[in-house]
């Protein structure tokens, strides 16, 4: 649970259930999506998904959208990697194994965000333009929001090439000549500069790739593994 309240539903799976519909086996992923959410009383059929590149593009999600990505992949938001909404029981679902889902929170103007937030993601700062568009459009206050993290990989297991140290001036760990990047920190720091407060940030501190993880790895288990959902909704 990333945030217990009683105005909105939250969670993110594990393993070993499948929740994509275009990655690993796909066999039950259905199932899987209906039993896990039945769990928090999100309705799966109702689910706003999106056809995730690792952009900075955000969509805004209307009752009009409900469903879009829940039982096929072919009818999913293009080229998305962060969902937004304002309207109660619209949950929006992003799908990860190994980069760090952030939800976010707005509670007196209620608007609600599911990103997804890889390296590249985060390094064309989708949560601060998140922030941005739930300022402009629906008046948020950033000191009022509320920001968790899921499981993804952490600076334990990603080693990454030299070369990332012109991606990112902070957020790597220098280990034996190697470097490891660390995505919840460099995101804490984009949000604390959005203007959220320190307080407000819970990170469930988990990470995928660790050998006895019990969530999906693309590093650890290969490109043919499945994805964990993460969502939001408010009621
Ligand atoms: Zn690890």
Known sequence: MIFARKDLACCFSAKPYNMSLCHGDTQHSLENRKKFLGLSDIPHQDLVCAKQIHSNNIYKAEDTDKGRGALSY???ICDTDALITGERKLPLGIFTADCLPVFIYEPQVRVAAMVHA???STKKLICQRVIKKMSDEF???PERLLVGFGPAIRSCCYEVQDEFTRHFSYGLDKKDGKYYLDLARINIKQLLESGVKQDSIYDSGICTACPESAYFSFRRDGAGCGRMI??????
């Not at 993460?230 to 009621?235: A, G, N, T």
Request: glycine share 6%.
């Open 74 to 76: 072919e009818t999913a």
């Open 118 to 120: 890889g390296w590249r």
């Open 230 to 235: 993460s969502v939001i909704m408010l009621k």
């Open 139 to 141: 008046d948020a206050d």
